[in-house]
């Protein structure tokens, strides 16, 4: 999936990672580490919480849940079809 925002009087866009899910949530989005934000375009820069918060705005629960890099592989979710 992709983050879209109007910069300069164009559309710039970042990719952000997800997938669809059995569970029930039918999809999970994946945000990158603080390290990861980095890299991304000039125009993302110190605005981490802001554009993750518009993310989860408009993709709520319970159709969709949250990863955060910084978690643990113990904290991952539970993604079988049963």
């Not at 955060?68 to 991952?76: F, K, L, R, V």
Request: glycine share 6%; charged share 25%.
């Amino acid at each position: 999936m992709y983050y879209e925002e109007m910069v300069k009087g164009h559309w710039e866009r970042i990719w952000i990672n997800g997938e669809m899910l059995c569970g029930k949530a039918h999809h999970v989005i994946y945000f990158p580490s603080r390290e990861q934000w980095a890299t991304l375009p000039e125009w993302t820069r110190g605005r981490q919480i802001e554009i993750v918060a518009r993310i989860k705005q408009a993709f709520t629960p319970p159709g969709y849940e949250y990863q955060e890099a910084e978690q643990s592989n113990s904290d991952t979710l539970d993604k079988s079809c049963t």
